[in-house]
């Protein structure tokens, strides 16, 4: 008899656990909404709805508004996320600089901290400073539960062995254990994944009514080139959480050598650091320009290129056409 129960009583937990997860969610996108909303945007009963808003409520993942207006002029009990109580830690590492934010279970960003990394910084070094910044966090705001920590990281990176396989420019990545280091004494989940991987994710997430975002290419090119992909409004990782590296896929075959091994990478072409260098090569011919070869920061590069500098314009609509070829080839 109780075996017979059995998948019945695991069915039904999953069903709970599926609405839970469906209410949390129109939370997060609706902000604030009442019980009836809930019900006629989910499809489940009145009853149903207001069992789980109980349990949410309970565990204080959700808190009651007050007062909002509802159907007909009718005045309802909203219910919210609790950002005050629980938040989660966002960490995204560039190749000279990292950043620490504080972000509320709705999304809505709190704070955002940047550090310097240094020319010859360690892996071990940046690490302990970012597992050092989530500790400050944690302190600066004690009334808060910190959830959980995710690392966005340049570079493809392999969960399933917890390997950064490489960082262009950047020595000592190649094949490090990025998780099993900075969890070490995180008192926290923590969940690492490639940057563009992160910056498509973030699209479906604040864009998610917005129906070509479901199925998207999302390209991120600064001083790397990667590519995010949403099929079905789900994240693509592929077979070994790498999909989507065309950074790394050669596009001259006597090219420059690259970190991966290979020779011409479309990310040796059209990068921030691609952009830097022909721009100094049109400087050294004697063109006109506001920009000086010591100062080429992205700031400057951006403020010239929207000022239509003729040496800014054509490095970056010859980076831009090298970066189309790679995208319509790939």
Same mark, same amino acid.
Request: contains cysteine.
């Given at each position: 008899?109780?075996?017979?129960?059995?998948?019945?009583?695991?069915? +039904?937990?999953?069903? +709970?656990?599926?609405?839970?997860?469906?209410?949390?969610?129109?939370?997060?996108?609706?902000?604030?909404?009442?019980?009836?909303?809930?019900?006629?945007?989910?499809?489940?009963?009145?009853?149903?709805?207001?069992?789980?808003?109980?349990?949410?409520?309970?565990?204080?993942?959700?808190?009651?508004?007050?007062?909002?207006?509802?159907?007909?002029?009718?005045?309802?009990?909203?219910?919210?996320?609790?950002?005050?109580?629980?938040?989660?830690?966002?960490? !995204?590492?560039?190749?000279?600089?990292?950043?620490?934010?504080?972000?509320?279970?709705?999304?809505?960003?709190?704070?955002?901290?940047?550090?310097?990394?240094?020319?010859?910084?360690?892996?071990?070094?940046?690490?302990?400073?970012?597992?050092?910044?989530?500790?400050?966090?944690?302190?600066?705001?004690?009334?808060?539960?910190?959830?959980?920590?995710?690392?966005?990281?340049?570079?493809?990176?392999?969960?399933?062995?917890?390997?950064?396989?490489?960082?262009?420019?950047?020595?000592?990545?190649?094949?490090?254990?990025?998780?099993?280091? @900075?969890?070490?004494?995180?008192?926290?989940?923590?969940?690492?994944?490639?940057?563009?991987?992160?910056?498509?994710?973030? +699209?479906?997430?604040?864009?998610?009514?917005?129906?070509?975002?479901?199925?998207?290419?999302?390209?991120?090119?600064?001083?790397?080139?990667?590519?995010?992909?949403?099929?079905?409004?789900?994240?693509? @990782?592929?077979?070994?959480?790498?999909?989507?590296?065309?950074?790394?896929?050669?596009?001259?075959?006597?090219?420059?050598?690259?970190?991966?091994?290979?020779?011409?990478?479309?990310?040796?072409?059209?990068?921030?650091?691609?952009?830097?260098?022909?721009?100094?090569?049109?400087? !050294?011919?004697? !063109?006109?320009?506001?920009?000086?070869?010591?100062?080429?920061?992205?700031?400057?590069?951006?403020?010239?290129?929207?000022?239509?500098?003729?040496?800014?314009?054509?490095?970056?609509?010859?980076?831009?056409?090298?970066?189309?070829?790679?995208?319509?080839?790939?």
């Amino acid at each position: 008899m109780n075996q017979s129960n059995k998948p019945a009583s695991i069915n +039904q937990e999953r069903s +709970q656990w599926i609405n839970r997860a469906l209410i949390l969610n129109l939370l997060r996108q609706e902000g604030i909404c009442s019980r009836a909303t809930l019900s006629r945007l989910s499809g489940l009963k009145q009853a149903t709805i207001t069992n789980i808003a109980g349990e949410l409520i309970q565990c204080g993942l959700v808190v009651e508004t007050g007062l909002i207006a509802g159907a007909k002029g009718r005045r309802s009990i909203g219910v919210t996320l609790n950002d005050a109580r629980y938040k989660v830690v966002g960490i !995204r590492m560039t190749r000279d600089q990292f950043y620490v934010s504080l972000v509320g279970i709705s999304g809505k960003m709190y704070e955002i901290r940047p550090y310097r990394i240094e020319a010859e910084e360690t892996p071990q070094s940046i690490l302990s400073r970012i597992r050092a910044a989530i500790g400050q966090l944690d302190q600066e705001y004690p009334k808060s539960e910190l959830l959980a920590a995710c690392l966005a990281m340049p570079g493809p990176y392999r969960e399933d062995l917890d390997r950064l396989l490489f960082v262009t420019e950047r020595t000592g990545w190649q094949n490090f254990p990025i998780h099993a280091v @900075l969890s070490e004494g995180l008192e926290m989940p923590l969940y690492v994944l490639n940057d563009a991987k992160a910056s498509a994710f973030a +699209q479906l997430w604040f864009r998610w009514q917005e129906p070509a975002v479901q199925n998207m290419a999302y390209v991120l090119a600064g001083q790397g080139v990667g590519c995010g992909m949403v099929a079905g409004g789900k994240l693509v @990782l592929g077979q070994r959480g790498i999909a989507g590296e065309f950074g790394h896929s050669s596009i001259k075959f006597d090219g420059p050598l690259c970190e991966c091994g290979n020779r011409g990478c479309l990310e040796k072409y059209c990068s921030l650091s691609a952009l830097r260098a022909e721009i100094l090569r049109l400087l !050294r011919t004697r !063109r006109n320009s506001c920009l000086k070869d010591d100062d080429l920061s992205n700031a400057s590069i951006a403020h010239a290129v929207q000022n239509g500098d003729p040496v800014a314009v054509q490095a970056y609509e010859k980076v831009c056409e090298l970066l189309a070829a790679g995208v319509s080839a790939w």
